[in-house]
């Protein structure tokens, strides 16, 4: 099989680069310092039409692929990962359900100003009593007069209270159906409220909050596919999300390489640089074995996506092992810039306490292992 990108998707890449290190390398301390939602940034990101980069040209998009959209998210997160993955959460979780599911008047009146990067959407799935266990969903959804009423609370939504949020797809207990149901719901839907954003860890610049669902009412054809569906629905959409994240995994080890490589040629002991010693240098070759079989992961996934294979299992690994790969070049990298590496002055730091949200958000590594175990053919528990 052949990785190598079309001359198309290296002028991409080349663009996106670009813009990383122009825009978002220069802000990106700052906004995770204040913990503030880089706007300008995500807006810029509108201009150079990344968030319809993977939709139709009808609806404002680029008629790319997940290959294409994979290789531009590894260069933001290179330098951001909270920029990275506002831009992978609208992209993935909050317009792809309406590209796949919508009918043509919701693509036309959603889909279309999401990938023009006017609004940003985002997907509610998780709850404050279930993550992994999706089946576990209490937010109620009923019929009701023409209208959907959904009663709720679902927990670590991104992006559902920034300036350009539109939509919030909700993914409820349909009463009258018995299964999961989603329902696309506008943020000025009577009923419908966000808490204050969370203080993370990490993806401090990154919008994630509460979303309160009560008797939230919309009209009867916002549901998005077919009834009863939803449980189906999202785990699809899941899929995507999960190669899209190892990218970004990928993009943030590369950081670590990068970074470290510089300091390692930089920084002196004992007469001659740290990276002259096979303790520093066994660090850095180790980091580059980890980011270069975390793009093969996910290019492959990618590209099995993108000719209409099947791909599940090859998601899962690939983000299994490019999100635990972040979190040990993350550590490599704080211990390589030693004492420098835990300052908020290095941006080594910052990837550091990113990398830990790779092995948890959009399936935890557990979850993972579990697809990738039940592959093998092993016997349920």
Known sequence: MDFELTPEQREFQRAVRDFAQDVVAPSAAGYDEREEFPLEVVRRMGELGLFGLPFPSRYGGLDGDLLTFCVCLEEIARFDSSVAITLEAAVGLGANPIDRFGTEEQKERWLAPMARGATLGAFALTEPGGGSDAHAIRTTARLEGGEWVLDGTKAFITNAGTPLTSVCIVAA???????????????????????PAYRKLGWRASDTREVVLQDCRVPEDHLLGERGRGYAQFLEVLDDGRVAVAALAVGLARGCLEESARYATEREAFGRPIGAFEGIAFKLADMRVAVET?????????????????????????????????????????????????????????????????????GTSEIQRMVIARDLGLPPE
């Open 173 to 195: 207990r349909d009463e009258d159906a018995g299964e999961v149901s989603t329902i696309v719901v506008p943020v000025e839907a009577p009923g419908f409220s966000v808490g």
């Open 294 to 362: 975390g793009r093969l992961a996910y290019q492959r996934a990618a590209w099995l996506r993108d000719h209409a294979r099947p791909f599940k299992v090859e998601a899962a690994v690939a983000k299994l092992h490019a999100s635990e790969a972040a979190v040990a070049c993350a550590r490599e990298a704080v211990q390589v810039h030693g004492g420098y590496g835990f300052v908020e002055e290095s941006p080594v730091a910052r990837f550091y306490r990113d990398a830990k949200a790779l092995e948890i958000g959009e």
